[in-house]
């Protein structure tokens, strides 16, 4: 019953924003009660361990190709984008990959035919401009085909990569779209902050933003899971988010703006969890965050790293998350060695080994493919034999630990790089089957 009503209320948000002739105040979706207790405890299913890799669309860093969208005619770009996410779907699958986390909302935009976000200028070069076909759907049909699982990866707060003015006049253009960007809708929402431009997570109506547009995605496609990316609180020393009158606004009766800050975002987390549960239980509801919560000498709980700490850094209490029973799985990414003394890759995978244990949520391991033959004076094992001992001591852990249920890779297009190929050649060897 719970499932029917919330469709229904999806359904009808949906059909109002398609049927307005001016852009709209709000495109927010009713939601159910957010969670305040934990989740009901589920009992624990059996799994396929996860080969997995993260396809990154943002910024064309993994797909789609940037000749596709250079003066191609429409028909020539979407053969192109197609057979480029073909041709990366068949060498996935050679090597034994069996789940990708597809970036589906690499900032303010889609790559799906949203009714609360334009089109993804990934896609063609201009926001709200129609690709001509799904990829989502076209992503999710290539790769089900081939025996594969499809996360739907989101960055929630993310609206733009950067604030320049060029950004801001394509931003503004959208005024006229259905769906129009969030930044001319809602600009009382937005804030900069590492040199982004960004929602502001202490506004409720923003949260609910983000939650129906999961909504929309977990109510239209036979996803198997949705994963939230690191970027919480996103703000660097000189490019902070100002959110001075959002505390004021919102934040009584806790101690500190921090405190503040990590509820909101747990807030964010209990009813995205809360709402794709309702709408279909088989959908796993994943975080990727920074591989270290706290550092011990801040916190006795904490991890014996002197790294940066999601807690402290993200606001992202990502341990507590796992305690409450909110997320499927958790997948830390330990971007480091094992001879990385400030965040040793063994330290932290144990670490989080023990967070899990006493609870149903899966752990997967982030490992950093991108520094596999790259030279660095702080992790040289890198570049040791073509990083090969590195790679298979961080993958021996993770198939020894009963407590680690898989490996993800950052990310796709590395796998593609002259300076990996030895690592890959490890990969197809011991995946690929």
Request: charged fraction near 20%; glycine fraction near 6%; charge should be positive.
């Amino acid at each position: 019953m719970l499932l029917q009503k919330s469709g229904v209320l999806i359904a009808t948000a949906l059909l109002l924003a398609s049927c307005v002739s001016r852009p709209p105040k709000s495109l927010i979706t009713p939601l159910p009660p957010v969670a305040k207790q934990p989740l009901p405890t589920q009992t624990k299913k059996s799994h396929e361990t996860v080969r997995g890799v993260w396809l990154t669309t943002v910024s064309r860093l993994d797909w789609p190709p940037l000749t596709s969208v250079n003066g191609s005619s429409a028909s020539v770009r979407i053969r192109q984008q197609q057979d480029a996410l073909r041709q990366k779907l068949d060498k996935l699958k050679a090597l034994g990959i069996n789940t990708v986390f597809f970036q589906v909302k690499p900032d303010g935009t889609a790559l799906w035919p949203s009714k609360i976000l334009p089109w993804s200028d990934m896609l063609t070069g201009s926001i709200g401009a129609d690709p001509g076909y799904d990829p989502l759907q076209f992503m999710l049909d290539e790769a089900h085909k081939r025996g594969m699982k499809v996360h739907a990866w989101f960055n929630p707060y993310r609206v733009s990569v950067n604030t320049k003015p060029g950004t801001i006049a394509e931003l503004n253009r959208t005024l006229p779209l259905h769906p129009a960007s969030v930044f001319v809708l809602h600009r009382d929402w937005i804030r900069t902050a590492g040199d982004r431009l960004v929602l502001d997570p202490g506004i409720p109506e923003a949260r609910d933003w983000i939650t129906s547009i999961v909504a929309e995605v977990v109510s239209h496609y036979p996803v198997d899971g949705v994963q939230f990316d690191d970027y919480f609180y996103t703000e660097t020393p000189g490019s902070p988010l100002n959110d001075n009158d959002t505390f004021r606004k919102y934040g009584q009766g806790f101690a500190s703006k921090a405190d503040w800050r990590r509820n909101n975002t747990q807030q964010l987390i209990e009813q995205v969890s809360r709402t794709i549960k309702q709408l279909n239980p088989n959908v796993e509801f994943g975080v990727s965050p920074a591989g270290v919560w706290r550092n011990r000498s801040f916190d006795p709980a904490g991890s014996d790293t002197r790294g940066a700490a999601a807690y402290d850094e993200s606001f992202a209490d990502t341990r507590r998350w796992v305690q409450l029973g909110l997320l499927d799985y958790i997948a830390p990414q330990l971007y480091w060695p094992f001879s990385r003394d400030a965040a040793r890759y063994d330290v932290l995978a144990k670490w989080w080994a023990e967070v899990v244990k006493p609870t149903n949520t899966r752990l997967y391991i982030g490992v950093a493919l991108y520094k596999v033959g790259e030279p660095s004076a702080k992790e040289p094992d890198w570049t040791v034999q073509g990083g090969v001992p590195e790679l298979k001591k961080q993958l021996d852990l993770n198939e020894t630990v009963p407590q680690i249920n898989g490996t993800i890779l950052f990310r796709e297009d590395f796998l593609n790089q002259p300076q990996t190929q030895q690592a890959v050649n490890y990969i197809k060897s011991r995946w690929g089957g």
